[in-house]
């Protein structure tokens, strides 16, 4: 039974940073692009970065290049979405999602699974 189970959220100034995690159980995990997404209240589910598997190649979008890096870790079937200088407008629950193969990161549906999510709230 594959698993993505998300942790890190929480309360925080705007300014500051938060390291979210996303650990992985029952998939061929360096075979998966690792996505993150986020979705706002009364908002879509928008894309925010990915780490494409087989390669070190990271694409953002352009509100979070420069604020947020994605990290992975293949021994721990994990990977990080470190935030920071966040804003008010980052506020949403956190996503990451896994496709197997994929290099069609910014399309939800080439995902293939989705953990819970965790809720994060920036605070002016």
């Known amino acids: 039974q594959v698993q993505l189970v998300e942790s890190g959220g929480g309360l925080v100034q705007a300014g500051g940073s938060l390291r979210l995690s996303c650990a992985a159980s029952?998939?061929?995990?360096?075979?998966?692009?690792i996505g993150w997404f986020r979705q706002a209240p009364g908002k879509e589910r928008e894309f925010v970065g990915a780490n494409i598997w087989g390669s070190s190649s990271t694409p953002y979008t352009d509100d979070a290049k420069g604020r947020f890096t994605i990290s992975r870790d293949n021994a721990k079937n994990t990977v990080y979405l470190q935030m920071s200088s966040l804003k008010v407008e980052d506020t949403a629950v956190y996503y990451c999602a896994a496709g197997f193969r994929t290099g069609d990161i910014y399309n939800k549906d080439a995902y293939n699974y989705w953990g819970s999510g965790t809720q994060v709230t920036v605070s002016s």
């Open positions: 029952g998939l061929t995990f360096r075979q998966h692009s």
